[in-house]
C-alpha cells in the first residue's frame, strides 16, 4: 500500500503572510502559472493566512467539484470574499442548504424566464452600442460593465429611470472593493465600511420593491424577484425575505462584472481578427433574419467556438476554492481539515496535454473533429462544474 504524504510535504511555499497577499491580488492566474511551471500540477501555497494545497488538472478538477465535493466546504473556501459583502448567500452554502436554495431560485434561471428578459437587455445593448459610434476613444471594460450594470439593475433590482444608474454603480464599486479589502473594520471612512453601507443603501431599495411586490400577484411574475418572493418546493419551503435580498444584491455583482469582462476579451479579440469577425458577421446574417431571439443562439456554432475560447484563455475568475471538512487524498498526499483546496480554470485552460498550442486564439479547437475540451471531462471550467456550477451560465 502507498504511503501518504502530508500535504505539508508539497513542493512551493508559505511565502511571508500579507506580502504573499499583496503579490497575488489581482495576477491570481499567472501567479498559480508560474507556480505551476516551477513546481507541477501539485504545491502548496498560502492565501490568507491559510494553507492551501493547489491541484491543477482536469482530474483535480472533477476530484474537487464532483467526487469529492460532500468532504469540502464552499462557505470555508468564499467565506472571506462574500459573507461580509453579500451575506451567506447560494455560493457559500453548502449541502443541503445550499440544494433548497438553488431549487428555489432556479426558475428565475430556466430557459422561460431567460428569453422574458431577453428583450430588455437587447433594448440596453442596443442603446449603449449605438452611442459608442459617436464617442471616439472609450475604455471598453467601463462601457460594457455599465450595460451589463444596467442590464442586472433593471432586471434585478427593479431600476427603472438610467439616471439611478450612476449612483447604482457606485454602491456596487464600493461594495467590490469592500469584499477585496483586507482591512476588515466597519468604519464609515474605511473601504470595508462604506460597503457595507453600500449593502444597507441597496437593501433599503430592495425592501420597498419588495413590500409593493407583495400586494401585487405573484403567480404572474417573470422577473428574478417575482420569481424568487413565489417560490415554494415541494416540501414546502420558501426563501426568507432576507435572503432574497442578499441573493438578489449578490447576482448583479456575480453577472455584471464577470459577463462584462468576458465580452471586453471578445471586443479585443474580435478587433484584431479580420477574418472572425467575417466569420461571425456571415453566421449572424444567416441564421437572425429579423430579430434575434432565444432559439437563435443554439444555431451558431461559430459563435459559440468564438465565446469558448474566449472563456478558456480568459477566465473572469482564475480559481476556485474549498475548505476541506473531511481528509481528501490526492496524487499520494493526504490533505486535511483546515487547510484550503484551490483549483484553477485560468491554469487548466492553458495545459498543453488538454489543448494544443494553448498559447494560441483558435475557437476551432472546438469545432467537431478536434473538440478539445471534450476528450476529458472538467477540461473547460469558466463557469465551474459540479453542485455550484454557474447558476447564470
Ligand atoms: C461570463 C459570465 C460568468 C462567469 C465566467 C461565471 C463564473 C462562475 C463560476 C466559476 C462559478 C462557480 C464558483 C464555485 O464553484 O465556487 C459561478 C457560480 C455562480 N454564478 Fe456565475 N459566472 C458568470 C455569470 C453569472 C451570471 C450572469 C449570474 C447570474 C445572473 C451568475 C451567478 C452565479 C451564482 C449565483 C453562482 C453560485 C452558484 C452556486 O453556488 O450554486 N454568474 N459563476
Redesign the pocket.
Known amino acids: 500500500m502507498q504511503q501518504l504524504k502530508s500535504a505539508l510535504e508539497m513542493p512551493g511555499s508559505f511565502g511571508v503572510p500579507i506580502l504573499r497577499d499583496l503579490q497575488f491580488a489581482g495576477k491570481e492566474g499567472y501567479s498559480l502559472l508560474q507556480s505551476w511551471q516551477r513546481y507541477g500540477s501539485v504545491f502548496k501555497m498560502q492565501l490568507l493566512g491559510q494553507k492551501c494545497a493547489v491541484l491543477i488538472g482536469a482530474e483535480a478538477n472533477k476530484l474537487v467539484l464532483v467526487e469529492q465535493a460532500e468532504r469540502l466546504s464552499?462557505y470555508l473556501g468564499?467565506r472571506y470574499f462574500v459573507e461580509p459583502a453579500f451575506g451567506k448567500t447560494?455560493?457559500i452554502q453548502d449541502g443541503q442548504q445550499?440544494s433548497t436554495t438553488?431549487r428555489l431560485m432556479m426558475p428565475a434561471f430556466h430557459g422561460a424566464a431567460i428569453a422574458s428578459y431577453l428583450e430588455t437587455m437587447q433594448e440596453i445593448v442596443q442603446a449603449c452600442l449605438s452611442g459608442w459610434a459617436n464617442l471616439g476613444e472609450i475604455v471598453l471594460i467601463d462601457s460594457l460593465r455599465k450595460m451589463t450594470l444596467l442590464v442586472g439593475a433593471k432586471l434585478l433590482l427593479g431600476v427603472q429611470a438610467e439616471k439611478e444608474i450612476d449612483e447604482i454603480e457606485q454602491l456596487y464599486n464600493a461594495q467590490l472593493q469592500a469584499s477585496l479589502s483586507l482591512l476588515r473594520v466597519n468604519l464609515l471612512f474605511t473601504t470595508f465600511g462604506k460597503g457595507q453601507l453600500a449593502r444597507a443603501l441597496l437593501k433599503q431599495r430592495l425592501e420597498a420593491m419588495i413590500t409593493e411586490r407583495r400586494n401585487q400577484n405573484l403567480q404572474s411574475s417573470h422577473d428574478a424577484l417575482g420569481l424568487f418572493l413565489a417560490a415554494i418546493d415541494s416540501e414546502g419551503n420558501a426563501l426568507p425575505l432576507n435572503q432574497i435580498m442578499d441573493e438578489i444584491i449578490h447576482?448583479v455583482n456575480?453577472?455584471h462584472f464577470?459577463?462584462a469582462g468576458?465580452l471586453s476579451w471578445a471586443m479585443f479579440e474580435l478587433a484584431a481578427r479580420a477574418d472572425w469577425r467575417e466569420r461571425l458577421s456571415e453566421e449572424l446574417e444567416q441564421v437572425v433574419k429579423d430579430e434575434l431571439n432565444i432559439e437563435h443562439l443554439r444555431q451558431l456554432p461559430q459563435m459559440t467556438n468564438f465565446l469558448k475560447e474566449i472563456e478558456r484563455l480568459y477566465?473572469?475568475?482564475s480559481l476556485?476554492i474549498r475548505g476541506v471538512v473531511k481528509e481528501i487524498e490526492y496524487a499520494g498526499y493526504r490533505i486535511e481539515p483546515g487547510w484550503t483546496i484551490i483549483i484553477s480554470?485560468f491554469v487548466t485552460h492553458r495545459l498543453p496535454e488538454i489543448y494544443t498550442h494553448p498559447e494560441q486564439f483558435d475557437p476551432d479547437r472546438f469545432a467537431p473533429g478536434r473538440e478539445e475540451d471534450k476528450k476529458v471531462p472538467f477540461s473547460l471550467l469558466?463557469?465551474?462544474g459540479g453542485?455550484?456550477?454557474?447558476?447564470?451560465?
Open positions: 464552499s468564499w447560494l455560493m445550499h438553488r447576482l456575480a453577472s464577470t459577463t468576458m477566465p473572469p475568475t476556485i480554470q469558466g463557469f465551474g453542485a455550484h456550477v454557474c447558476i447564470g451560465r
